[in-house]
């Protein structure tokens, strides 16, 4: 058996290199500033995904800015991020970082989406086909607020 394969109760590789990139990203927001247009790394992080997540992405961050214009674009664990007054309101999770057969949209308790004792936080995301896209936008926009 190898040191892969043995059973490990801490976090994965992958959690490791996300803190280390969040712990980057928190370097860089003091060094220049949080008010500093982080969208260009945005979209450098998404170039660099494999093309099912970076089709994927591309358009979720085209659904966030047209639904929820309010919203700044920024990193968040080395995973395009969404937030109001800097804090994350929506996320996206490529499948491929941590090695799942799909990718998620997240949503942080920033936003807006309170439903009674009950409501869903985290999305499954394979496809977006035009209804997919339609669902998601409004919870964009609402998730905004």
């Known amino acids: 058996m190898s040191a892969s394969d043995k059973s490990y109760d801490g976090?994965?590789?992958e959690e490791r290199d996300a803190m280390k990139e969040h712990a980057k990203e928190l370097k860089a927001t003091k060094r220049r500033g949080a008010k500093a247009d982080t969208e260009p790394d945005v979209l450098a992080k998404i170039a660099e995904m494999g093309d099912a997540d970076r089709a994927l992405a591309e358009r979720f961050h085209a659904?966030?800015?047209?639904?929820a214009p309010g919203l700044t674009a920024k990193l968040w664990y080395g995973?395009?991020?969404?937030?109001?007054d800097g804090k994350v309101v929506c996320f996206?999770?490529?499948a491929e970082k941590f090695k799942a057969r799909y990718a998620t949209v997240g949503f942080s308790d920033q936003a807006a989406l309170d439903?009674?004792?009950l409501w869903p936080t985290s999305y499954a995301l394979t496809d977006l086909d035009?209804?997919?896209e339609k669902s998601l936008a409004a919870l964009v926009a609402r998730a905004a607020g």
Not at 63 to 67: C, I, R, S, T
């Open 130 to 132: 035009p209804a997919t």
């Open 92 to 94: 996206f999770q490529s």
């Open 115 to 117: 439903e009674g004792t």
């Open 79 to 84: 995973m395009p991020a969404y937030a109001r």
């Open 11 to 13: 976090f994965t590789a």
């Open 63 to 67: 659904l966030v800015k047209e639904n």
